[in-house]
């Protein structure tokens, strides 16, 4: 339960207390402010954030066959479903490779089952996509997301519409908010984190929103990047 965001009413000579909580994402000034934020944001730095796309793009398309983007359908606010912008940091028969690699390594395949992640070698990587993953290089184009506002610069992780079932009655909190670039489990373990315990941070963050708490997890996120903690 959110304490800090619940009103106390006393009745009937104080003798009964009604506690009746809200949540801040849900206010309309408040969506107001993070998105102006995000906007402001993302079209400061949009000379820069142009020429590093360019070049990881060339990168991509140099290293391996196939698109430079792997465009995937995540749930949005309101549980409708976008598509989520990424390089592509994967060869094109990645799903093939990770089944043959998981059948063969049960140590491995138990590692998936809990993290959706191998935090180690993964057959599925690009040569280029692994030190674009230590970076989180390959999430640049999420601020295209945030451009158009299906996504901002923080918020719970964009989640997969299969993930629904292991998300279960959490589902309802998480798609108050816009899925973030960075966020609460982002800055705290990112894939040392369980799938459970990031659905539980998610919803923290969603119950707990502050405009505050956003500019602290922006900062927090630079230090983790450049630590690489966390990245596979």
Not at 148 to 158: A, D, I, K, Q, Y
Not at 166 to 186: A, E, R, Y
């Amino acid at each position: 339960t959110p304490m800090g965001r619940v009103h106390i009413q006393t009745l009937f000579s104080q003798q009964i207390a009604l506690i009746k909580s809200y949540n801040d994402m849900s206010r309309l000034w408040n969506k107001f402010i993070k998105r102006a934020f995000d906007l402001i944001m993302v079209i400061i730095f949009m000379p820069i954030i142009i020429l590093v796309l360019l070049i990881l793009g060339i990168i991509v398309k140099l290293d391996s066959k196939g698109s430079v983007f792997f465009n995937a359908e995540r749930m949005g606010e309101d549980g409708k479903s976008f598509t989520c912008y990424k390089f592509r940091s994967m060869y094109t028969d990645g799903d093939e490779r990770l089944k043959q690699y998981l059948d063969a390594n049960p140590e491995a395949a138990k590692e998936w089952k809990e993290y959706a992640k191998l935090r180690g070698y993964d057959p599925r990587v690009t040569k280029c996509g692994r030190w674009m993953r230590r970076f989180s290089l390959d999430e640049l184009p999420q601020l295209i997301n945030v451009l158009e506002g299906t996504m901002s610069l923080v918020g719970p992780r964009p989640y997969l519409p299969r993930e629904k079932e292991q998300i279960g009655d959490n589902l309802d909190t998480i798609v108050l908010s816009k899925p973030g670039i960075t966020g609460f489990w982002q800055v705290n373990g990112r894939n040392d984190v369980s799938f459970a315990a990031r659905v539980a941070m998610d919803v923290w963050y969603v119950n707990n929103w502050s405009f505050p708490r956003d500019i602290m997890f922006l900062l927090k996120t630079f230090k983790i990047v450049f630590d690489k903690s966390g990245a596979y």
